[in-house]
């Protein structure tokens, strides 16, 4: 088993859907919780960070962590088509490694 | 401000031949990672390295060495390549040990 899941989809929406991606895990030492964007061909951008639980919103995203259930999420309000991307999570322990675990990515079809 | 940047951005090895890819960080940033992304899967922690000693590795061959240099940037050597080596190479920097890492474009190997 993966210490970290993820669907690799795709997943195809309307233009301005809501988009929920997910990711669950199972390490429950995990504490750092991050999605990154990747569009084809190009570097991993830090999109949201989260420590421990709880909601974090910035913009049209929110990332949500639910550590009794080991499950992330990352919703995208009003899509776009710039936003179809490959959505990766990533998450490590509080201490004693400097190692982030992905997960395989979730591609992203916004359709205009 | 520049971000990660990494050389060279494409390159074509044969198998049993050497590669060395370089990173230079973010301003201000100490810490250096290396990940390897197989196509369709996500990152898979190589090395990080902190104020130049290495402070992590992940499950790779010794084949895969790096090292840091005193103004931070970084490189990966890769001895003996094979065909299995071809992947998006990734570098990643943060301030300090733990923080946050942000991606550079990524260094393409294809190993023929």
């Known amino acids: 088993q993966k210490e970290v899941e993820q669907d690799p989809g795709p997943l195809s929406v309307p233009e301005g859907a809501i988009v929920s991606l997910n990711c669950t895990y199972s390490?429950?030492?995990?504490?750092?919780f991050m999605w990154y964007r990747q569009y084809s061909r190009k570097g991993p951008e830090l999109l949201m960070y989260t420590y421990s639980s709880g909601n974090k919103e910035d913009g049209r995203f929110t990332a949500q962590v639910d550590k009794s259930s080991k499950y992330i999420s990352l919703f995208i309000r009003d899509s776009q088509p710039s936003d179809s991307a490959t959505y990766l999570c990533?998450?490590?322990?509080?201490?004693?490694?400097?190692?982030?675990?992905f997960g395989t990515g979730t591609r992203l079809k916004v359709l205009a | 401000d520049a971000g990660v940047t990494q050389s060279p951005t494409h390159l074509i090895k044969t198998r049993g031949q050497h590669v060395t890819l370089r990173c230079s960080p973010i301003s201000g940033h100490k810490s250096v990672s290396w990940y390897q992304q197989v196509l369709g899967q996500g990152p898979q922690f190589i090395f990080q390295y902190y104020e130049k000693e290495e402070r992590g590795r992940g499950n790779f061959p010794d084949r895969f060495s790096a090292r840091q240099f005193p103004n931070y940037s970084s490189e990966l050597n890769v001895n003996a390549l094979l065909l299995g080596d071809s992947a998006l190479y990734l570098c990643a920097s943060s301030r300090q040990g733990e923080d946050t890492i942000y991606f550079g474009e990524g260094s393409w190997l294809t190993v023929v």
């Open positions: 990533a998450m490590r322990r509080t201490s004693g490694t400097y190692k982030y675990i």
């Open positions: 390490n429950s030492a995990f504490q750092y």
